[in-house]
């Protein structure tokens, strides 16, 4: 089956199973590796990419189910030369540690931050519920993303 995707702007082609899961098609076929697949069930995180806007695990996703959807990625919410908020934030505070779950955090966190630009606590840690991170404390990730809503880091 023939599925045409647009990815990060550019229309893109996959020929295959139509049960293969998106991540498999962006990390195997695309070759975009910036979305990690982690626990291939949905709970972790680290797979979340934007599918016409809404942050979703890619793991979970036929991409059967995705023809002509528009999908976002970790290499295309920034450019080298200018990283979003999210990123900004996360450089700034120094949280990255060994960098599984941080593009699906990044994915998460992004959208949230454009329908929620002045989040308390509370709802940050909220809105993270679904990224698991085991090396590093949350509170440094909320901090880092408290700092956006603060306008301490770079948007």
């Keep these: 089956m023939t599925i045409t995707l647009t990815v990060n702007r550019e229309e893109r082609i996959f020929s295959g199973d139509p049960r293969t899961p998106l991540v498999d098609v962006l990390r195997d076929h695309l070759r975009m590796t910036g979305t990690k697949a982690v626990c291939r069930e949905g709970f972790c995180g680290a797979c979340m990419v934007h599918v016409d806007g809404a942050p979703m695990a890619s793991c ?84 880092a993303l408290m700092s956006i809503r603060t306008n301490e880091a770079t948007p």
């Excluded at 059967?64 to 970790?74: E, P, Q």
């Excluded at 979003?84 to 599984?100: K, R, S």
Aim: with cysteine; charged share 20%.
């Design 60 to 143: 979970l996703l036929p991409v059967g189910s995705l023809d002509g959807a528009a999908v976002n990625t970790i290499e295309g919410v920034a450019t080298r030369e200018h990283l979003n908020a999210v990123q900004q934030a996360f450089e700034d505070h120094d949280v990255v540690q060994c960098g599984m779950c941080f593009p699906g955090m990044v994915m998460t966190m992004s959208r949230f931050f454009q329908t929620n630009t002045s989040p308390d606590r509370d709802e940050i840690k909220a809105a993270m519920t679904g990224n698991i991170c085991r090396c590093t404390g949350y509170e440094r990730i909320i901090d």
